[in-house]
C-alpha cells in the first residue's frame, strides 16, 4: 500500500506535471509541423531508400534489401513492432516512429539531466525541451531517417549503465548498434568509464568507503601507477559481479568486432561512399557545430580562454602551428558534399570554404575557441573519468568520417550538453529562441524552396 501512495505522490510532483504539459505542448505543436511537411513532401531525399523497406518490414516481409542502405535494419525492426501487427505501414505511420522517438527523448533527456541537479527540476525540464528542438534533430523527427530513434535507443543505454544496470546497457547495446554501427563507440565510451572507475575503487585501500565513484585529478598518477606495476594486485581484489558486468559489455564489443572482420568493413550495403578514412578537422567541424548550438553556454568560457591565451602564448602558437597543418594536409572534401544541394552543409561548403581558400585557415582560432569551451564546460577535477571517455569516443566516431554530415554530430553534442550542470535562466532562454529561430527559418526553406532534379519527377527540398 505504501508503494502504490509513494507511485501517487511522485506523479503529481510539481515538477511531473509540469513535464507532463510541456511534453504534451511539444506534441500538439510538433503534430501540426508534421503534418505540413507530410503534405508538402511523402519522399524527402534518403526516404527513398528507407522507406520501401520500412514498409517490407512492417508487413513482415524480411527478405528484401537495399544495398544503398549501410547500417542494419534497426529502424525497420521498430516499424514493426509499433505498426505491423495494425498494419499501418504508409508513410505518415512510418514517419511517426521518428515523432514518436522525438517525444520519448524530451523523458529520457530529462531522466538524464536530473542525475546530475536533482534540486532544479525547472531546469533539467526546460533543457530537455531545448535539447528535444535542437535544429537539425528537431527536423529528423519529422521524417523517416535514422537519427531520432538511434538517439533514443542510445539514451536508454547511457541511463541503463549510469544506473548500475549493465545487464539492460548490453541489450541497448546491441539495439543501438542495430540502429547504426557507429554507436558502438558509445558502448566502449561507457563501459571504459565503467572498469576505470572500478580499477580506481580497487586500487584504493579504503575501498569500502566509496560510495559515489569518482576519480580525482589528484588521483590519475596513483592509479595509472598502480595499473601499470601492480595489475595483478588490483584483479585479485575484483568479484565476481564485476566479472560479469565486464563480460556482458566485452561480448557486445567482441561480437562487432568479429562483424567487421566477416563483412570487412563496419558500412553494411554500400561501402564505396563510407569508405575508412582518418579525417581529424571532423573535430574543427564538430567544434564549431557545437559553438553554434551552444554559444549561450560559452559566454562564461570567453575570458578564461583570453586568459589562457596570454599566459600560455608559446603553447597557442605551437596548438596554431599544428591546427594549421591539420588544415592544410588533412582537409577531406566528400563527392556527396559537392554534387548534393539538398542539404546546407554543400551551401556552406561551396560559399565558404571552397570559394576562399584562405576562409578554412581563418577559421582556426573559432576552432581553438570552440574547442577550450567544450572542454572548460565539462572539466571536473573531481571527477576526469566521464572528460577522458568523451574526448576517446567522440574523436574516434567522428575522424573516420569522410563525410561532413550535421548528424553525425547530434550525439555528441547531447552528452556535452547533458554534462553541462550550472546554467541560469537566461542562458536557457538564449538556447531556446535561437532553436526556435533557426527551426522557423530551415522549415520555411523548406516548404518554400524547390529544387528541381532532372531524375526525379517531383521537387526536392532542402534539409540539414
Request: glycine content about 4%; charged content about 15%.
Amino acid at each position: 500500500m505504501n508503494g502504490y501512495i509513494e507511485m501517487g505522490m511522485k506523479l503529481f510532483r510539481p515538477s511531473t506535471i509540469t513535464l507532463i504539459i510541456v511534453t504534451t505542448l511539444y506534441i500538439l505543436i510538433s503534430k501540426v509541423i508534421f503534418d505540413k511537411i507530410y503534405a508538402t513532401s511523402q519522399v524527402i531525399v534518403d526516404e527513398e531508400f528507407h522507406l520501401p523497406l520500412g514498409e517490407a518490414y512492417c508487413r513482415y516481409d524480411f527478405n528484401q534489401w537495399d544495398p544503398k542502405v549501410t547500417t542494419f535494419p534497426g529502424l525497420y525492426l521498430l516499424s514493426t513492432l509499433l505498426f505491423g501487427y495494425f498494419n499501418l505501414c504508409s508513410t505518415y505511420w512510418l514517419r511517426l516512429v521518428s515523432f514518436i522517438s522525438s517525444t520519448c527523448n524530451i523523458i529520457l533527456f530529462y531522466v538524464t539531466l536530473k542525475s546530475y541537479n536533482k534540486e532544479v527540476a525547472w531546469k533539467n525540464i526546460f533543457s530537455a525541451i531545448n535539447l528535444s528542438i535542437l535544429p537539425p534533430l528537431y527536423f529528423f523527427s519529422h521524417i523517416y531517417y535514422t537519427d531520432v530513434s538511434s538517439i533514443m535507443i542510445t539514451m536508454l543505454l547511457l541511463i541503463s549503465a549510469r544506473k548500475e544496470y549493465h545487464y539492460l546497457a548490453s541489450i541497448f547495446g546491441v539495439l543501438a548498434i542495430m540502429m547504426r554501427q557507429t554507436n558502438v563507440i558509445w558502448i566502449g565510451m561507457l563501459f571504459g568509464d565503467y572498469i576505470l572507475k572500478q580499477l580506481f575503487v580497487l586500487s584504493s585501500e579504503n575501498n569500502e568507503h566509496i560510495k559515489t565513484i569518482k576519480i580525482p585529478l589528484k588521483d590519475v598518477q596513483h592509479l595509472t601507477k598502480m595499473i601499470l606495476t601492480r595489475p595483478t594486485h588490483i584483479l585479485k581484489k575484483a568479484n565476481m559481479q564485476l566479472v560479469i558486468n565486464c563480460s556482458v559489455y566485452m561480448s557486445v564489443l567482441c561480437c562487432f568486432l568479429l562483424f567487421v572482420y566477416w563483412n570487412g568493413s563496419i558500412v553494411v550495403g554500400d561501402k564505396t561512399a563510407h569508405e575508412a578514412t582518418v579525417h581529424i578537422v571532423q573535430m574543427f567541424y564538430f567544434a564549431t557545430f557545437t559553438l553554434l548550438f551552444g554559444w549561450p553556454h560559452f559566454l562564461s568560457s570567453i575570458s578564461p580562454f583570453f586568459r589562457f591565451a596570454r599566459r600560455n602564448k608559446i603553447l597557442m602558437l605551437a596548438l596554431i602551428g599544428i591546427c594549421l597543418c591539420i588544415v592544410h594536409f588533412n582537409t577531406l572534401v566528400h563527392k556527396y558534399m559537392l554534387a548534393d544541394n539538398r542539404h546546407y552543409i554543400f551551401y556552406i561548403w561551396n560559399r565558404f570554404y571552397g570559394r576562399y581558400y584562405l576562409f578554412r585557415y581563418g577559421m582556426i582560432v573559432v576552432y581553438m575557441f570552440a574547442i577550450y569551451g567544450i572542454l572548460y564546460k565539462i572539466w571536473d577535477s573531481n571527477d576526469i573519468s566521464f572528460l577522458l571517455m568523451y574526448v576517446s569516443a567522440t574523436i574516434l566516431v567522428l575522424i573516420m568520417q569522410k563525410l561532413i554530415e550535421f548528424r553525425y554530430y547530434l550525439f555528441p553534442y547531447i552528452l556535452f550538453r547533458l554534462q553541462i550542470k550550472k546554467t541560469t535562466l537566461t542562458i536557457l532562454v538564449l538556447e531556446n529562441l535561437t532553436y526556435m529561430a533557426v527551426n522557423a527559418f530551415t522549415f520555411y526553406m523548406f516548404f518554400n524552396k524547390e529544387i528541381i532534379w532532372d531524375s526525379y519527377d517531383y521537387p526536392q527540398r532542402l534539409i540539414w
